[in-house]
């Protein structure tokens, strides 16, 4: 049985840091990202790793903050955070594809965590 399970949300201030986990289960995975969802919002991509890790992709809204990476002898990617703002309030989602490609879109996804939960106040 797949598993995605997201862990590290929580309630910070704005300018902190936060290390987001996704242990993975079940199978081996392609590429694996970051989504997240603000309340009254669509889910919107935050970025995308290759398998290898050698690929990367990121929203404009987090490039130069957030840096994600993967460790694929424990089947975890990682989402770390920095200055974080309030507009960085959502529920972060991690999801996995079967095929390769660092993709940004919902639908290219197949398997889907049950979220985390990140506040950022002001």
């Known amino acids: 049985q797949v598993q995605l399970v997201e862990s590290g949300g929580g309630l910070v201030q704005a300018g902190d840091s936060l290390r987001l986990s996704c242990a993975a289960s079940?199978?081996?995975?392609?590429?694996m990202g970051w989504f997240r969802q603000a309340p009254g919002k669509e889910r919107e991509f935050v970025s995308a790793?290759?398998?290898?890790?050698?690929?990367?992709n990121y929203a404009d809204s987090v490039k130069g903050r957030f840096a994600i990476s993967r460790d694929n002898a424990k089947n975890t990617i990682y989402l770390q955070m920095n200055s974080l703002k309030p507009e960085d309030t959502a529920v972060y989602y991690c999801a996995a594809r079967q095929y390769p490609g660092v993709l940004g879109t919902t639908s290219s996804y197949d398997y889907w965590g049950q979220g985390t939960q990140v506040t950022v106040s002001s």
């Open positions: 790793i290759s398998g290898s890790g050698s690929s990367t």
């Open positions: 079940g199978r081996t995975f392609g590429s």
